[in-house]
Nanobody, 122 residues
Framework: QVRLVESGGVSVQAGGSLRLSCVGS????????MAWFRQAPQNEREGVAS???????TYADSVKGRFVISKDNAKHTLYLQMNSLKPEDTARYYC????????????????WGQGTQVTVSS
């Protein structure tokens, strides 16, 4: 059974940095596409960044140059380094995984974590 557990969400000041983590279990971690999504109240869930089995990353335009996605296959852990945070980055951040497809669309992923809250104050 695939399980994803996020951590690292806190409240920070604008301009600050934060690193989110997502530990996965129950599947062949290195072969899966992994991604970060976020959802603010009354907004749709949006893709932030994804990384495929070969380590190729894709980013949403809104976070390019500020966020970095990475993974440690040995630790079964996905990371999202978030720099130069803005109030509009405030959202609940979710980790997602899937074996077949990779990208920033939520419908591509079958496995999801419960999320971790990030709040950026101005």
């Amino acid at each position: 059974q695939v399980r994803l557990v996020e951590s690292g969400g806190v409240s920070v000041q604008a301009g600050g940095s934060l690193r989110l983590s997502c530990v996965g279990s129950g599947y062949t971690y290195s072969r899966y596409c992994m991604a970060w999504f976020r959802q603010a109240p009354q907004n749709e869930r949006e893709g932030v960044a994804s990384i495929d089995g070969d380590g190729r990353a894709t980013y949403a335009d809104s976070v390019k140059g500020r966020f970095v996605i990475s993974k440690d296959n040995a630790k079964h852990t996905l990371y999202l380094q978030m720099n130069s945070l803005k109030p509009e980055d405030t959202a609940r951040y979710y980790c997602a995984a899937d074996f077949f497809l990779c990208g920033l669309g939520p419908s591509l992923y079958n496995y999801w974590g419960q999320g971790t809250q990030v709040t950026v104050s101005s």
